[in-house]
C-alpha cells in the first residue's frame, strides 16, 4: 500500500538552476511532510518539513510547497550545487509512522 | 552534540539465526523509531517506540520485535532469519510525539544486515 509516490526516480540539473522535486500521497491522515537527502550507506538527513495547516515553509535554498486539495507537495532548491547529488525522500507521517516514497536520485551537473 | 548511534554498523548472519541491533538516541529525544530498506526498496517503517511502549507498528510479520529502554535506547530482534531479511536497517528519533502530531525524526547511519 503505496502512500506516499515520487514517481520521478531521477532528476539531472545544472548547477545553478532551480530543482524540483515532486511527491504524491494518498493518505488524508497524513497531519506533517518531511524532506530528506541520503547519500550511499548513510542514513537519511533532515531537510524541511512542513505542517499539513500549512502551505509553504522555507529554509535557505529549500521551498516546500504543499496542496492538500491535490495531495501534492513539492520540494525546490534554488541554487542547486554539486552537493545537493543525492536521492531524496519525501515522507508522510501520522501517528509516528512516517511513511516515505522511493526516492529521487538528483544529479547536479557542473 | 551527538546524534543518533547504531550498533553494528554490519552484521552477518546465517538462516534461520537471531539478529540484534541496537540504538542510542539523540539525547533529550524520548521516541525511537526503526525502519527496513531493502536492496532497491524505499524506506519501510518498522516500529515506534515511546517511553518504553511500542505505539506504532509496520507490516512485519511478529518475528520483528524490539524493545525500549529505560535511557531510552532500543534494540530490535529479528528471529528465525530469512535471506529477505537483508537490508540496511534505520533508527531514528524524535522529541515526544503528541498524539496526532509528528515531531521530526533524526535518523542513525544504519546497520547493514547480510542473511547468508
Known amino acids: 500500500d503505496q502512500q506516499v509516490k515520487q514517481n520521478s526516480p531521477s532528476l539531472s540539473v545544472q548547477e545553478g538552476r532551480i530543482s524540483i522535486l515532486n511527491c504524491d500521497y494518498t493518505?488524508?491522515?497524513?497531519?506533517?511532510f518531511l524532506w530528506y537527502k541520503k547519500y550511499p550507506a548513510e542514513g537519511p538527513t533532515f531537510l524541511i518539513s512542513?505542517?499539513?495547516?500549512?502551505d509553504k515553509n522555507e529554509d535557505g535554498r529549500f521551498t516546500v510547497f504543499l496542496n492538500k486539495s491535490a495531495k501534492h507537495l513539492s520540494l525546490h532548491i534554488v541554487p542547486s550545487q554539486p552537493g545537493d547529488s543525492a536521492v531524496y525522500f519525501c515522507?508522510?507521517?501520522?501517528?509516528?509512522?512516517?511513511?516515505f516514497g522511493a526516492g529521487t536520485q538528483v544529479v547536479v551537473t557542473p | 552534540e551527538a546524534g543518533v548511534t547504531q550498533s553494528p554498523t554490519h552484521l552477518i548472519k546465517t538462516r534461520g539465526q537471531q539478529a540484534t541491533l541496537r540504538c542510542s538516541p539523540i539525547s533529550g529525544h524520548t521516541s525511537v523509531y526503526w525502519y527496513q530498506q531493502a536492496l532497491g526498496l524505499g524506506l519501510q517503517f518498522l516500529l515506534w517506540y515511546d517511553e518504553g511502549e511500542e505505539r506504532n507498528r509496520g507490516n512485519f510479520p511478529p518475528r520483528f520485535s524490539g524493545r525500549q529502554f529505560p535511557n531510552y535506547s532500543s534494540e530490535l530482534n529479528v528471529n528465525a532469519l530469512e535471506l529477505e531479511d537483508s537490508a540496511l536497517y534505520l533508527c531514528a528519533s524524535s522529541l515526544r510525539t503528541g498524539h496526532g502530531v509528528a515531531d521530526t525524526q533524526y535518523f542513525g547511519p544504519g546497520t547493514r544486515l547480510t542473511v547468508l
Open positions: 493518505n488524508s491522515m497524513f497531519d506533517y
Open positions: 515522507g508522510g507521517a501520522s501517528w509516528g509512522k512516517l511513511q
Open positions: 512542513i505542517s499539513s495547516i500549512k
